[in-house]
């Protein structure tokens, strides 16, 4: 199979470890403030709102928040396509797609940004913020893959931090297709 053709992720090891929260198929459903399939990861919480099991494998729907903080490391999507829509805060965003189109732009709230697949890209908070994302169909749980599943609403505190290991880095990676790339320079990164 080619890295460019977006293949079905066994999302079930994710998905089973929030029993109940989303309807699992196309059927109308509310979501209150604070419910969702929550992670956090690094300091950040990642809430999942609609996943690839409510739309037919369209689209998900998330939600990331955190406080200022460091850089997210550079990396791309093979087959993942993201757009970023700044729902509180300030965050920086940098994407360059290796041939010639650069970005490098500080989003504020009602600003948005999308990422193709194959796109380097990375973010930082540069205020405590809150992001709504969308993407291809099966990513979203990628934050599970990686994270610590929480119950709790809100931006983590700093005893609640959780930083993956490198193995589960990589074999997230691997599973939704995301090539983390730490190597990778933006200019005005640095």
Sequence with gaps: MSLDTHPKVDE??????????????PAPFVLRQGEGEKSVLFGDLFTILLSGDETEGQYDVFTAEGHAGEIIPAHLHRWTHEIFYIVDG????????????????????????????????????????????????????????MGKQTDKPGIPDRSEIFVPTREQMQAAG??????????????AAE
């Design 12 to 25: 079930s090891a994710e998905r089973d470890r929030f029993p109940g929260i989303l309807p699992g198929k």
């Design 90 to 145: 300030t965050v920086h965003v940098w994407m360059d797609d290796e041939h010639g189109v650069k970005e490098d732009r500080l989003l504020h709230a009602g600003d948005f940004a999308y990422v193709p697949k194959d796109v380097v890209h990375a973010y930082r908070y540069e205020a405590t913020s809150k992001v709504l994302g969308t993407s291809t169909a099966g990513f979203g749980r990628f934050f599970h893959a």
């Design 174 to 187: 691997e599973k939704y297709g995301t090539v983390f790339r730490p190597e990778f320079r933006f200019d």
